[in-house]
């Protein structure tokens, strides 16, 4: 395999962007921020609407795009994806069944771009890692939401993800047919046609990849990079270090299978964790939740879309 660092897509115009409210984006990732929001920029149940969110250390606006991610249960179809850039495609039509009152979205590790409908207007945004866990209260929602999780080691050139992590940053012109990307014009991408979207992105040079961090993550041994550029090339690909990234991945994997109604000393064990405590530590920092919390079915709360990833988790 050889793993000489990606060479960056050539420097494109800055994009005049809007960035939701309340979002701290640094000036090198190459996005103009003087641009206010437009109205209706966030999806339903975010500000503006009914509902009150609330994070650890965060505000209102932080999760502005989370009522993207909903469980299976909530009605998401979901797939893998063949594209060595791309984790899973999912998207997410309003049901008529009774939606529950709030949305529980636990820390994730990757990065993605969101598109969603509301009340007749389209909206696009790149999604960072989350490092915590956010609570959302659902509001009414009247669009689809679609969704392409990218994995680890893939990033989009001019945005680097370490300015993106906790934070999101919108498109700053958007139609049912088309948005704005780092100063280019892209047809909307669907569920369908995630993976031509995903490789004209590629092909332009703005989606690049770096096959270490891919490898590294799933556990696979290196002898031709030091240690230490091993750390930074997968900060620089993924915004968080390789601990942070574990245990993250640990965490989702342990609530899959307290959701399965594995015992939590079991998940303990199979996890990786070294005792319970240290399970209920983790579950704690990246779910806000207890090991029995998460197993019981609350019909006021909905997880985020969880599944596994070839990251290996153990210590």
Known sequence: MNYA????????????????AGYAVPLDVGIDT???????????????GPAAQSRPGG????????????EPAGGVEQRP???????????????????????????NSNWELVVWRDRGVTHVSVRGPETGPTVLELGPSTGETFGIIFRHGAFLAPMPVPGLVDTAVSSPHTTARSFVLQGQEWETPAYDNADVFVDRLVRAGLLVRDPLVTDVLRGDATTLVTPRSVQRRVAAATGLTQGAIRQIERARQAVLLLRQGMPAIEVAQRAGYHDQPHLARSLTRFTG?????LRRADGEE?????????????P
Do not use: H, I, N
């Not at 209706?40 to 975010?46: D, E, K, L």
């Not at 850039?85 to 979205?105: C, D, I, K, L, Q």
């Open 5 to 20: 660092v990606p060479v960056s897509a050539p420097q494109l115009p800055t994009v005049t962007g809007s960035v939701a």
């Open 34 to 48: 003087t641009t206010e929001p437009t109205s209706g920029g966030v999806p339903p149940g975010g500000p503006g």
């Open 59 to 70: 505000t209102a606006a932080d999760v502005s795009f989370l009522a993207v991610s909903l």
């Open 81 to 107: 994806c063949d594209s060595p850039y791309v984790e899973r495609v999912y998207r997410a039509e309003p049901g008529s069944g009774v939606t529950p009152a709030r949305m529980r979205s636990v820390a």
């Open 289 to 293: 939740r207890t090991a029995s919390q």
């Open 302 to 314: 909905m997880l985020s879309l969880l599944y596994k990833t070839e990251v290996e988790v153990r």
